[in-house]
Structure formats: structure tokens, C-alpha cells
């Protein structure tokens, strides 16, 4: 895997209260990825970026909503999440930009 692809492959860290607790009780952190991420490139991608061993990665598919613009239905696209367990006693500070 090439440097250029890993940078393209993690595109933000999903903020929410799901991923927050997710984030308390099993040490995982959740990002938003490419759609075409597989878990090695995300695996590959994380410990690149914020120097730190991952464990697991799970990753989940994300349909899009339903939404009605005026008189007409249409959808929000369809992304993808992983959920990056990392090994004990690591974790990532994105408040600092970094690892803590």
C-alpha cells in the first residue's frame, strides 16, 4: 500500500454520542473512511497517521437517509465507518491533534 492511498484512506473522526461511548467502554475509536476502505488499508492508515498499534478494525456500511427536497424525495449518499480498536494502554487525543 502506498503512502499517497493512506492519506486518502481516513477522512474524519465521527464526533457523536454513540462513538463517545463507544469510545469509554471498549476502547475503540470510530472514523469516517473512504468507500472503498478495506480493513487492512484502515488498519495500515491509522497506525501510519497517529503512531499507535491497532488491534481490530470493524467496519460498518451507512445507508444514507431519505430526504425530501421540496416536492421531490431524494437520499444522502451511502459512506462508511470503522470502529479502530486499539491495544491497551493507547489512545489518540484528537484535541491535541495527536496521540497522548
Known sequence: MNQ?????????????EKATYVADKNEQVVFRVASDATKPEVKAAVELLFKVSVESVQI??????????GRYMGSR??????YVSLKAG???????????
Not at 499517497?4 to 457523536?16: K, N, Y
Not at 449518499?77 to 470503522?82: I, L, Q, S
Not at 493507547?90 to 497522548?100: K, L, S
Open 4 to 16: 499517497q492511498r493512506l492519506m486518502q484512506v481516513l477522512l474524519a473522526p465521527q464526533v457523536s
Open 60 to 69: 460498518a456500511n451507512v445507508k444514507g437517509k431519505q430526504k425530501k427536497f
Open 77 to 82: 449518499k451511502n459512506w462508511k465507518k470503522a
Open 90 to 100: 493507547q489512545e489518540i487525543n484528537f484535541v491535541d491533534g495527536g496521540v497522548a
